[in-house]
């Protein structure tokens, strides 16, 4: 985690207001948009406690910078699929290759990779079958 992520994760534990985000990124001019998106996946995670947060393309209109760093959006994307997860919500690969045609092939790879490791987990095989 950058130091920048961390901060904000520090800052927000003490107090969650209303523009907390766009404040503690006010304070941080010079940050790259790597940094950013740590920062977003921060948020994203804090956000996605209890409930279903921002979505992924809320998070690109709100920090266009971001956009055209596709392996970026990319992990924004995962965040979301994780708190999602996490949330016991019903993920549907199909669903995110749609809002998200760009980045389709890396999306599908990330998302056979992630069920692979869960079923690693459960001693069942992708797809659901336990192993022969």
């Known amino acids: 985690m950058s130091s920048f992520a961390e ?4 800052s927000s534990q003490s107090r969650r207001a209303a523009n907390g985000l766009e404040r503690f990124l ?3 001019p010079n940050m790259s948009a790597m940094q950013l998106v740590e920062v977003l996946l921060v948020d994203q995670a804090l956000e996605w406690q209890d409930a279903a947060g921002p979505s992924v393309e809320q998070y690109l209109q709100r ?7 596709q392996p970026l959006v990319l992990e924004l ?4 699929l994780r708190a999602a997860r996490a ?9 995110y290759v749609a809002r998200f045609p760009d980045l389709a092939e890396p999306l599908r790879r990330q998302m056979e990779v992630s069920t692979w490791l869960e ?8 797809g659901g079958r336990p192993p022969a």
């Open 7 to 10: 901060r904000y994760y520090l």
């Open 26 to 28: 006010s304070q941080c």
């Open 63 to 69: 920090f266009p910078a971001v956009t055209d760093h």
């Open 77 to 80: 994307v995962y965040g979301e």
């Open 87 to 95: 949330l016991c919500l019903t993920v549907d690969a199909e669903a």
């Open 119 to 126: 079923n690693e987990g459960t001693g069942t095989k992708p």
